[in-house]
Nanobody, 122 residues
Framework: QVQLVESGGGLVQAGGSLRLSCTAS????????MDWYRQAPGKQRELVAA???????NYAGSVKGRFTISRDNAKKMVYLQMNSLKPEDTAVYYC????????????????WGQGTQVTVSS
């Protein structure tokens, strides 16, 4: 069994910063992509930032230059540093990871965390 647990959400004023963390645990042999998504009320879930095991990163246009994704492969953690936050960044933020549990030939599965609320007040 694999679990992803996010932390670090909260209420912040516009212009402020937050750092989200996500820890993967359980039956894990290898982790490939680790990503952050968000879902605002009444909207579809969207990709915010993505990173590969090798450290390549990709960002949604709306957060580029303000958010930074990073990861610690040894700790099985991914982070999202969010600066210059705007009210439109308000959403539940989810961690997603592509994980292989049982050796090199075993299949890869995507797992989701339970989400952490980020609220930015104007």
């Amino acid at each position: 069994q694999v679990q992803l647990v996010e932390s670090g959400g909260g209420l912040v004023q516009a212009g402020g910063s937050l750092r989200l963390s996500c820890t993967a645990s359980g039956s894990i042999f290898s982790i490939n992509a680790m990503d952050w998504y968000r879902q605002a009320p009444g909207k579809q879930r969207e990709l915010v930032a993505a990173t590969t095991r090798g450290g390549s990163t990709n960002y949604a246009g709306s957060v580029k230059g303000r958010f930074t994704i990073s990861r610690d492969n040894a700790k099985k953690m991914v982070y999202l540093q969010m600066n210059s936050l705007k009210p439109e960044d308000t959403a539940v933020y989810y961690c997603n990871a592509n994980i292989q549990s049982n050796g090199y030939s075993s299949p890869w599965y995507n797992y989701w965390g339970q989400g952490t609320q980020v609220t930015v007040s104007s």
